[in-house]
């Protein structure tokens, strides 16, 4: 599914493929996320062999124009948690509304896993 606004020029429809992505370059951006790691067996799978949507470890989900985000990542060990997962919120919300010029509802974050 895609989220559609108008302009003056026309329509504009984003993917949810576009949204994950720019969630998931935002998630490696943030200090103290070693790697994004997917959440299911046959997600792993499905990226694996090329048909998985979106980026791993990220799901995108759109209703009523509105954009709700869960991402699952791996922390680096010695980082708050709280404090990690407050940065990633902020930074997955602020960078999806900047590119798409919609509203984020929430971001939920899942931390599988701690690496050194």
Do not use: P, Q
């Amino acid at each position: 599914m895609a989220i559609k606004t108008n302009n003056a020029c026309g329509i504009i429809s984003i993917s949810d493929n576009a949204i994950a992505k720019i969630a998931a370059h935002a998630t490696l951006d943030c200090y103290g996320i070693v790697e994004l790691v997917s959440r299911h067996f046959t997600d792993s799978l499905l990226v694996l062999f090329g048909k998985g949507r979106g980026a791993k470890g990220v799901k995108v989900e759109i209703k009523n124009g509105r954009i709700f985000i869960e991402v699952s990542v791996i922390i680096k060990f010695g980082v708050s948690i709280s404090a990690v997962a407050d940065s990633l919120k902020e930074t997955i919300k602020y960078n999806v509304e900047k590119f798409t010029g919609m509203v984020v509802d929430t971001v939920d974050v899942n931390i599988t896993g701690v690496k050194l």
